[in-house]
Every structure is written in structure tokens, then in C-alpha cells.
């Protein structure tokens, strides 16, 4: 039996560290579908285009991503840090509410999940992607405390950002993510809701491992 683990949550909410621990944890295979919007968001972007021309099918006809022992290649480029600025992070939720970039990424999504034990964290993982995981984990915590850890975070990788800038980019990018029509970020009926404001990754991490354990009986 494949297990499929779902993990969801605004930016900032510790989805990126718990699930990488997990996936290892466990011996699974992770996919970081953030990532994969950030990729179309810079490449579209860096194209001219914006996320309010009608059709954007023919340029994401371009965009080849590969994604190979838990890297990711576009057009045969292996992407690294150059997506992880907070610009590029609202690029992508600028284009995430776009149709054509919903349909292309999730078709994608869903055929790397396919028949696989697998972690894979995003937005709409649990109510898009992987409907049918075994276990749905939901994320929280206060901007707060996202602010702090993007800020973190990002300063260890020697990325210039304000706290106050991040702040506000985690805000906007919260209202832009769960009021888009399409697939927005929100929780699935059947998901379990953690607040990790005041737990530290480990906890986290122990209490997704027992509900791992009782439904896919490891
Ligand atoms: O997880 P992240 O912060 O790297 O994601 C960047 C943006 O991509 C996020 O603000 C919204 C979008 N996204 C999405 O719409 N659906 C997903 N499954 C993952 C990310």
C-alpha cells in the first residue's frame, strides 16, 4: 500500500521543514509544489507577462520542468535559490491564480504523486492533489511568527529582507492565496489543523508521525 501524506498551510507555517523531515523519517519521496509555482512565476515574469493576459497555455508550452532525486530542472537548468526571494514568492502567487498555470502545474503534480508513497506539501494538496491521501495535516500560525522564520531563514542563506517587508509580503500573500477562485488555500474537511506558533519542528513532526503510523499501519 502507497502512503500519501498532504501537507498544507500558509507561507511561513513550517510546511517545508516538517515535510523534508518526514519524507525522510519515513524513507518517501517529497515534492515541494511551492516550488514549482515559483519556477512558472519567475519564468513567466521574466517573459513580460502577467498574470491578467487571457491565455498563457503557449508560453508554459516552454517550461519544461524535470524533477529528478528531489531537484528541479527547467528546460534542462537545475534551478536553485534564485526562487527563493520573497519577489519570486509573490510572483508566484500572482500567477497561482491563473487557470493555465493551475491546470499545467496540477496535471503535473498529480502524475508525480502517482502510484508512489510520497510527502507533498503545498496550498491545495490535500483538497486538489492528492484528494485521496491518507493523511491531511493543515498548518497554522499567527503572521507573526511566519514573518520571523521567512526573516530567519532567509538571512542564513545571505538574502537581504526587512522583518517589516516579509510581514507584509506573508499578508498579502495569505489574501491573495485563499481569496483566488481557483483551488485556493484552504483546509480540507478532512484535514487535521496543528498551530505551530508555540511548538518547536519536532513536536510537529511527532505529532504527524503517530497519525502516519495509525493510517498507513507502519
Ligand atoms: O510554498 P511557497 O511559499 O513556496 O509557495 C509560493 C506560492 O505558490 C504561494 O504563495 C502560492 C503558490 N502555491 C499554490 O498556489 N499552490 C500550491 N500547491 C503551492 C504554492
Not at 104 to 125: H, N, P, W, Y
Not at 156 to 175: A, M, P, W
Request: hydrophobic share 40%; glycine share 6%; charged share 30%.
Amino acid at each position: 500500500m502507497h502512503c500519501k501524506i498532504a501537507i498544507d498551510g500558509p507561507a511561513g507555517s513550517g510546511k517545508t521543514t516538517v515535510a523534508k523531515l518526514i519524507a525522510q523519517y519515513l524513507g518517501m519521496d517529497y515534492l515541494d509544489t511551492g516550488a514549482m509555482y515559483r519556477i512558472i512565476g519567475l519564468f513567466l515574469h521574466q517573459l513580460g507577462l502577467s498574470p491578467k493576459d487571457n491565455s498563457l497555455e503557449k508560453y508554459l508550452e516552454d517550461a519544461k520542468i524535470d524533477y529528478k532525486d528531489g531537484h528541479f530542472y527547467l528546460n534542462g537548468r537545475l534551478v536553485g535559490d534564485e526562487i527563493r526571494t520573497p519577489e519570486v514568492g509573490m510572483y508566484a502567487s500572482d500567477f497561482a491564480s491563473h487557470a493555465d498555470v493551475r491546470n499545467f502545474l496540477t496535471r503535473m503534480q498529480k502524475e508525480i504523486c502517482k502510484d508512489r508513497s510520497i510527502v507533498a506539501e503545498g496550498r491545495d494538496i490535500g483538497t486538489v492533489v492528492m484528494p485521496d491521501a491518507n493523511v491531511k495535516i493543515f498548518l497554522v500560525a499567527s503572521p507573526e511568527v511566519r514573518a520571523k522564520r521567512r526573516y530567519d531563514e532567509l538571512r542564513d542563506k545571505g538574502i537581504d529582507v526587512t522583518y517589516e517587508e516579509l510581514l507584509e509580503q506573508i499578508i498579502e500573500r495569505d489574501k491573495n492565496d485563499s481569496t483566488r477562485d481557483i483551488a485556493p488555500l484552504s483546509k480540507a474537511d478532512d484535514a487535521i489543523e496543528i498551530d505551530t506558533s508555540k511548538l518547536n519542528v519536532q513536536q510537529v513532526v511527532d505529532k504527524i508521525i503517530e497519525v502516519v503510523k495509525e493510517r498507513c499501519m507502519l
